[in-house]
C-alpha cells in the first residue's frame, strides 16, 4: 500500500518499505522509492512542515521504514533529518535499519529535541529472516544500537512484535546495551483477519497474546521495561 509523503503525524520519504515484514499492519511492504528527487524534496518539505503544528514531534516515519537499504542511494531521510535541524523542529525516529548510525552526528545533538527508536523482537536470525526478510540481521541491529548508547544517545527499543516463543524476554533483554526505555509489545494479527501463517503453524491472536501474557509473568520486572497489552479484539 502506497502512504503519502505527509501524513497527520509525520513523513514518509518513501513509497513502501523494503523490509517487508509479513505482519505489517500499513501494509508497506515493497521496494522503497523516493516520493520525490533529492532536488525536489525540499520544496514538498517546506509545504509539509507548513501544515504540521510546530510542536509536534514530526514521525519520520509513520508509515515506512525511514532506513532500508534504497536511502544509502538516496539519502532523502538525510535530507529531511538536516532540515528538521535547520528549522529546530522535534522529530521521532523509529527503524529496523542500520543505516540509522550514518547519522549519529545529527542524533546525537539534542539541541533539537527528538527521540530515536530501534526495533528488535528475537535473536534467532533465521527466523527474523522469515518475518522480515528484508531487514537487517538482529545482529547487526544489536551493534548498530550499542553504536547509538556509546554515541550518548538516548536509545529506546520497541520489541514489536517481540516472539517470545522464539527468543525469551530475558535473553532478549541481556543482548541489548542499557537503553533508556524497552517496550515490549505483543504480535498483533487482527489487521489480517486474527490468525498470521508463521513457520509452520497458524497463529490465532488468543495464541499469541497468551504466548506474550506467559512471557511477562517470567519476566523479571526492570524500571526501563514497558509492557504493553494486546489491542482488544473489534467485534
Ligand atoms: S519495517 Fe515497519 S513499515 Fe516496514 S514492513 Fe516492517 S513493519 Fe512495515
Same mark, same amino acid.
Given at each position: ?24 499492519? =500499513? +501494509?508497506?511492504?515493497?521496494? #522503497?522509492?523516493?516520493?520525490?528527487? %533529492?532536488?525536489?524534496? *525540499?520544496?514538498? &518539505?517546506?509545504? !509539509? ?79 527474523? =529472516? +522469515?518475518?522480515?526478510?528484508? #531487514?537487517?540481521?538482529?545482529?547487526? %541491529?544489536?551493534?548498530? *544500537?550499542?553504536? &547509538?548508547?556509546? !554515541? ?84
Amino acid at each position: 500500500m502506497e502512504h503519502p509523503f505527509v501524513t497527520m503525524n509525520g513523513i514518509n520519504p518513501y513509497r513502501h518499505c523494503s523490509h517487508r515484514c509479513v505482519y505489517c499492519c =500499513s +501494509f508497506a511492504q515493497g521496494c #522503497a522509492t523516493p516520493w520525490y528527487s %533529492r532536488r525536489d524534496v *525540499m520544496k514538498e &518539505l517546506t509545504r !509539509a512542515l507548513e501544515t504540521l503544528p510546530a510542536d509536534q514531534k514530526i514521525s519520520l516515519s509513520p508509515c515506512s521504514d525511514p532506513y532500508t537499504p534504497e536511502e544509502e542511494q538516496h539519502g532523502i531521510t538525510r535530507l529531511i533529518l538536516e532540515e528538521l535541524h535547520r528549522r529546530n523542529r522535534p522529530y521521532f525516529v523509529c527503524t529496523k535499519g542500520t543505516l540509522v548510525t550514518r547519522d549519529i552526528d545529527l542524533l546525537s545533538d539534542y539541541s533539537v529535541d527528538h527521540d530515536v527508536w530501534m526495533v528488535l523482537g528475537a535473536l534467532d536470525e533465521k527466523a527474523l =529472516s +522469515f518475518t522480515e526478510p528484508g #531487514a537487517p540481521s538482529p545482529q547487526a %541491529r544489536i551493534a548498530a *544500537m550499542y553504536q &547509538l548508547v556509546e !554515541a550518548e544517545i538516548s536509545l529506546t527499543v520497541n520489541a514489536a512484535p517481540l516472539l517470545p516463543w522464539i527468543t525469551p524476554a530475558e535473553d532478549l533483554y541481556q543482548a541489548l546495551p542499557h537503553c533508556e526505555r524497552i517496550h515490549m509489545c505483543p504480535l498483533q494479527v487482527q489487521h489480517m483477519g486474527g490468525k498470521i501463517k508463521l513457520f509452520d503453524r497458524i497463529w490465532t491472536q488468543a495464541e499469541l497474546s497468551a504466548n506474550f501474557f506467559a512471557a511477562r509473568a517470567e519476566f523479571t520486572p526492570r524500571d526501563n521495561v514497558t509492557w504493553h497489552d494486546p489491542m482488544p479484539d473489534i467485534p
